[in-house]
């Protein structure tokens, strides 16, 4: 059974910065676009950012100029970095992956931003 195991998460004061990391348990398949979510109480879960194979990445407007999503030389593990982090960033944040074989999601991990 693969899993995407996530790491990076904790607690920071507005303006901070934190770094997410996703990486599959084993690679078992081919993977054509990584992604980070966020789910916030009472909200759905809303797309934060995406990068494909060929490292094109899209951006949801309210983190876009703070946020960068990358990958590594492999193509296997995808990193998040949040810069001046806000408040409203406060969620858990779900790595995804889309293979070959089916979409795959992290058990998450909880961003939380005080003021």
């Known amino acids: 059974q693969v899993q995407l195991v996530e790491s990076g998460g904790g607690w920071v004061q507005a303006g901070g910065s934190l770094r997410l990391s996703c990486a599959p348990s084993?690679?078992?398949?081919?993977?054509?676009?990584m992604a980070w979510y966020r789910q916030a109480p009472g909200n759905e879960r809303e797309l934060v950012a995406q990068i494909s194979i060929d490292r094109t990445t899209n951006y949801a407007d309210s983190v876009k100029g703070r946020f960068a999503i990358t990958t590594n030389k492999a193509r296997n593990t995808v990193n998040l970095q949040m810069n001046n982090l806000k408040p409203e960033d406060t969620a858990v944040y779900y790595c995804n992956m889309g293979t070959n074989v089916r979409d795959y999601w992290g058990q998450g991990t909880q961003v939380t931003v005080s003021s």
């Open positions: 084993r690679t078992a398949f081919s993977i054509y676009a």
